[in-house]
């Protein structure tokens, strides 16, 4: 099972020392400043290590935004906002719109920033994983995994965080719930995207299949769609990715059909599904081709040289093929009958 999946960067962030002279004025006081601090550099520098696996990831963001909720929520359990939310100022940088931060004073700030980032790690360990030769089935489930535990960060932000932003979401940026939207349906198509190439692997019924490539095509549909009003410099290139994966996926829902049809010996609708998945499977190639060549922030890669995509395009041809000698087979024999 080897996949391809698009990913967009990683938010950068300005350093923060936490020094708060004046106002921390007792030693526990200073330990949990320099706790943060340390957790901070922490959870920073494991982003962008390949030897950090989940069990890693979910440690060191667990101790950090432990310890930054008490710089939001008030001791004794009132509704009343903790003074320290607002004492410091937080910069984070646009995975889409490029390296200009956004500043705030406000730690719900640096919360969803902070979740925001935890959340890509996740897809981008996935696609790591999935972009091996031989995936076992643990590994299969890790990525399943993976992709579920980061759209429920971006839905659990969305629902619970955000909205407590004092400062409104400016348009277009990583926290507006269009993109939010779109991330949370993107891991669902792609988490579907495992449990298809399990199936196949399995050898299960080709109904099933087709039906799951369908859906997977929709969620990829659906996806884009939250993106439409974006601007094209910024999206165009995620838009891409999730309009081929769309198209590529309809090609699957009906070679696959065809296979059931054929199975039933309507050889002649067969045939109809396999031309149509011919069609889609045109489209995502000529997309794979407008990936490569369109500019903006995202993975460098060209689609159409995947195993993934090759694999498809043979599928296609030799069920094609088969139908075709069958429904010649059967009209031999009609003709015989008669």
Known sequence: MTHWFHRNPLKATAPVSFNYYGVATTPAATKVCN????SRTRLLELFTDTSCNPEMMKNAADLYFSLLQGFILSLDDSSQECKLRYIQNFKWTDTLQGQVPSAQQDAVFELVSM????????????????????????????????????????????????????TPVEKGRDLEARLIDSYIVQC???????????????????????????????????SDQTLSSLDPTYAGKWRKYLNLKSCFYMAYAYCYHGQTLLASDKCGEAIRSLQESEKFFAKAEALCKEYGETKGPGTTAKPSGHLFFRKLGNLIKNTLEKCQRENGFMLNQNQMKK
């Open 115 to 166: 979740g925001f980032n935890v959340a890509l790690w996740y897809t981008k360990y996935a696609s790591r994983l999935t972009g091996k030769e031989d995936i076992t089935e643990d590994e299969a489930k890790d990525v399943h995994r993976s992709l579920k535990i980061a759209a429920g960060i971006f839905k659990h932000l969305k629902e619970s965080h955000i909205p407590k932003l004092i």
């Open 188 to 222: 669902q198509a792609e988490a579907q995207e495992v449990t298809i190439a399990r199936a196949i692997e399995l050898k299960h019924n080709p109904g099933l299949i087709a039906a799951l490539a369908y859906e997977t095509a929709n969620f990829y549909q659906k």
């Open 35 to 38: 706790d943060l601090r340390l």
